[in-house]
């Protein structure tokens, strides 16, 4: 009798511990973020310049352009970033797959294989036709 007092007050006192201490033992288990510059490729088949798109890191917000084919983006190693239109292109939704942060990344649109893109340079057409 005296052992399952003991072995049920361990049991309480353990677990009561593990409550008020989760989020410092969580911390001391969880991967620490990585802050990097990714540095992303952009591989185009299509009618536009690398300069109508944009990088945009959706966690934080932050955002790079394209120069050269080329963008640096400082973010955090595994965020999703996403391929977006350049603002400056009001009225032009995009809807490109996200990809996880990586230091060196290639992205590649492909116009003749992908139906969103060609809704977005249909959409261009139409934006710049008016």
């Not at 591989?43 to 944009?54: A, D, H, P, Q």
């Not at 934080?60 to 084919?69: E, I, Q, V, W």
């Amino acid at each position: 009798m005296k052992n399952l007092i003991t072995i049920s007050l361990l049991l309480i006192v353990s677990n009561a511990t593990t409550y008020w201490f989760s989020s410092d033992i969580s911390a001391i288990f969880a991967q620490p973020e990585v802050p990097i510059i990714a540095k992303i490729q952009l591989e185009l088949n299509c009618e536009l310049m690398t300069k109508s798109f944009i990088v945009v890191d959706l966690l934080t917000k932050k955002s790079a352009s394209f120069n050269l084919s080329k963008a640096y983006l400082q973010t955090v190693e595994g965020n999703p970033l996403q391929v977006q239109m350049n603002p400056k292109f009001s009225g032009v939704v995009t809807d490109f797959k996200p990809h996880n942060a990586k230091k060196e990344m290639k992205i590649e649109l492909d116009c003749n294989m992908s139906n969103r893109l060609k809704n977005t340079l249909d959409s261009l057409r139409n934006t710049f036709s008016n």
